[in-house]
T-cell receptor, first 112, second 112 residues
Framework: GENVEQHPSTLSVQEGDSAVIKCTYS??????FPWYKQELGKRPQLIID?????GEKKDQRIAVTLNKTAKHFSLHITETQPEDSAVYFC???????????FGPGTRLSVLP | DGGITQSPKYLFRKEGQNVTLSCEQN?????MYWYRQDPGQGLRLIYY???????QKGDIAEGYSVSREKKESFPLTVTSAQKNPTAFYLC???????????FGSGTRLTVV
């Protein structure tokens, strides 16, 4: 089955700097890769996703890149702000309705 | 609240007691999921259902039970067989032809 690894587990950056979180997956059939942001005690919220037919997707300060050959994808946050502080989860699935396999999460702290 | 509602928000269980967590969605989604999240941990799949009257065990189903009698509802029962039930429980749903989960706001269960 699919296995998703995520690094780093914790990440601290200064406000205004960039943050990068990386995930690797094992199942070459996976073709959908969402990223979720979870603030303390709240539900995960989808922030960006990418499908296997594209290599990069950007939405304002966040972007996701996908390397299908190497089976890894990354979340990039630029110009970080204190409100970016949260736990971020990556996930992978092979088709609609297939269970997501989540990475273990990265706790991002943006320091003022 | 985002089309998927979990109740109660907080729940306390005595030793040896069964409790049921509610999950209702009005998104007309076919698939529904239950995840457990422990402090500082990722999301672990308990049960999932792709269609009414059918459900499958996830990675940590022992001590839990579910039903899917209606498309809108996917309640989770935490039985007395679950020896360490204190956790944050998240319900999610996914729609036909859509990508990504919609999460409920979660139920925090504590054993007293």
């Amino acid at each position: 089955g699919e296995n998703v690894e995520q690094h780093p587990s914790t990440l601290s950056v200064q406000e205004g700097d960039s943050a990068v979180i990386k995930c690797t997956y094992s199942d070459s059939a996976s073709n959908y890769f969402p990223w979720y942001k979870q603030e303390l005690g709240k539900r995960p919220q989808l922030i960006i996703d990418i499908r296997s037919n594209v290599g990069e997707k950007k939405d304002q300060r966040i972007a996701v890149t996908l390397n299908k050959t190497a089976k890894h994808f990354s979340l990039h946050i630029t110009e970080t702000q204190p409100e970016d502080s949260a736990v971020y989860f990556c996930a992978a699935s092979s088709y609609y309705g297939q269970n997501f396999v989540f990475g273990p999460g990265t706790r991002l702290s943006v320091l003022p | 609240d985002g089309g998927i509602t979990q109740s109660p928000k907080y729940l306390f269980r005595k030793e040896g007691q069964n409790v049921t967590l509610s999950c209702e969605q009005n998104l007309n989604h076919d698939a529904m999921y239950w995840y457990r999240q422990d402090p500082g941990q990722g999301l672990r799949l308990i049960y999932y259902s792709q269609i009414v009257n059918d459900f499958q065990k996830g990675d940590i189903a022992e001590g839990y039970s579910v039903s899917r009698e209606k498309k809108e509802s996917f309640p989770l029962t935490v039985t007395s067989a679950q020896k360490n039930p204190t956790a944050f429980y998240l319900c999610a749903s996914a729609g036909q032809g859509e990508y990504g989960y919609t999460f409920g706001s979660g139920t925090r269960l504590t054993v007293v």
